[in-house]
C-alpha cells in the first residue's frame, strides 16, 4: 500500500538528484562558454540548466505541500522533461556524430562533453522520475486526507434484512 511516508522521501531524494544535476550542467556548460565559441546547443544548454535551477526549487517544498504545489510542479516537469530530452539530443549529436574534439567547442577534452551529456541525461530521467513520484504522491495523500462518507448521510437503521418494528 502506497503511503506518502514512502513518496516523500523518495520525491526529496529525486527532487535533490535532479537539481543537483541541473547545477553540474550549468557549471559544466558555463565553462565550455568561457573556453570557445558560443553554438547554439551550448546556449540552448546553459539557458535550460539556468532557468531550471531556479523552476525546480518549489519542487523540494512539494513533498511537504502535495495538496497546493504539486499540479504546479508536476507542469513544470512536464515541460522541462521535453527541455531537457531536447537537450541530451542537442548533445549527443554534437559529441557523438563526429571527432568529439572537433565538437563545440573545439578543443576541450572528450572526457568534460561525454560528463555533461551524461549530466543532462540524469536531470532528464530524474524530472521524468520526479513527474511519475509527484502524480503518485499526490494520490497517496488525497487517498490518507480524503473524509469517509457513509451513502446513507449517517441516518443508518441497522441491516437491510433486520424486521421492520411495528408501531
Known amino acids: 500500500m502506497l503511503s506518502t511516508s514512502i513518496t516523500r522521501p523518495l520525491l526529496l531524494v529525486t527532487r535533490v538528484m535532479q537539481w543537483s544535476s541541473a547545477v553540474i550542467v550549468m557549471g559544466i556548460t558555463s565553462y565550455f562558454i568561457h573556453k570557445g565559441p558560443r553554438g547554439l546547443s551550448l546556449k540552448y544548454q546553459?539557458?535550460?540548466?539556468?532557468?531550471?535551477?531556479?523552476?525546480?526549487?518549489?519542487?523540494?517544498?512539494?513533498?511537504?505541500?502535495?495538496?497546493?504545489?504539486?499540479?504546479?510542479?508536476?507542469?513544470?516537469?512536464?515541460?522541462?522533461?521535453y527541455l531537457w530530452l531536447t537537450a541530451f539530443i542537442f548533445a549527443a549529436q554534437d559529441y557523438n556524430k563526429h571527432n568529439c574534439r572537433l565538437g563545440p567547442p573545439p578543443g576541450v577534452a572528450c572526457s568534460k562533453k561525454h560528463a555533461n551529456e551524461a549530466f543532462i541525461f540524469l536531470t532528464f530521467i530524474f524530472t521524468f522520475f520526479g513527474m511519475f513520484l509527484e502524480v503518485l504522491s499526490l494520490w497517496?495523500?488525497?487517498?490518507?486526507?480524503?473524509?469517509?462518507?457513509?451513502?446513507?448521510?449517517?441516518?443508518?437503521?441497522?441491516?437491510?434484512d433486520a424486521p421492520v418494528a411495528q408501531a
Open 46 to 81: 546553459e539557458i535550460i540548466s539556468t532557468i531550471s535551477v531556479v523552476f525546480f526549487i518549489p519542487a523540494f517544498v512539494s513533498p511537504f505541500m502535495p495538496s497546493t504545489l504539486s499540479k504546479f510542479v508536476l507542469l513544470i516537469d512536464v515541460v522541462f522533461s
Open 140 to 160: 497517496a495523500y488525497r487517498r490518507e486526507n480524503t473524509p469517509v462518507r457513509e451513502k446513507t448521510g449517517g441516518a443508518h437503521g441497522g441491516p437491510a
